[in-house]
């Protein structure tokens, strides 16, 4: 599985960005996708997650303020970032969990794309 993050950038704070991960395969409606953030020093942590049955959860840091969403027509998971905040800032990976015909266990990253929210 192929991971293609985009949509981050530069944004002052109370503004909005719209992350997309456009992910390869034709299995994509089975992925649960998850969106990490690593800000600079920091562990990577769990942002938003999406199951393949379109449960979500959330940070406690974002809940209100970030929505999880997924197009499977489009093999694309998306992340509304609504009131950023400079804390918002770092660098955001794509993520996909899933298991094959034989209930193996696979995880993938996208390359990261990079917020910075401005005070």
């Known amino acids: 599985v192929q991971l293609q993050a985009s949509g981050g950038g530069l944004v002052q704070a109370g503004g909005s960005l719209r992350l997309s991960c456009v992910a390869s395969g034709s299995t994509f409606s089975s992925y649960d996708m998850g969106w990490y953030r690593q800000a600079p020093g920091k562990q990577r942590e769990l942002v938003a997650a999406?199951?393949?049955?379109?449960?979500?959860n959330y940070a406690n840091s974002v809940k209100e303020r970030f929505t999880i969403s997924r197009d499977n027509a489009k093999n694309t998971a998306n992340l509304q970032m609504n009131s950023l905040m400079p804390e918002d800032t770092g660098v955001y990976y794509c993520h996909v969990d899933t298991r094959d015909m034989f209930n193996r266990r696979w995880t993938y990253w996208g390359q990261g794309t990079q917020v910075t929210v401005s005070s």
């Open positions: 999406i199951s393949s049955g379109g449960s979500t």
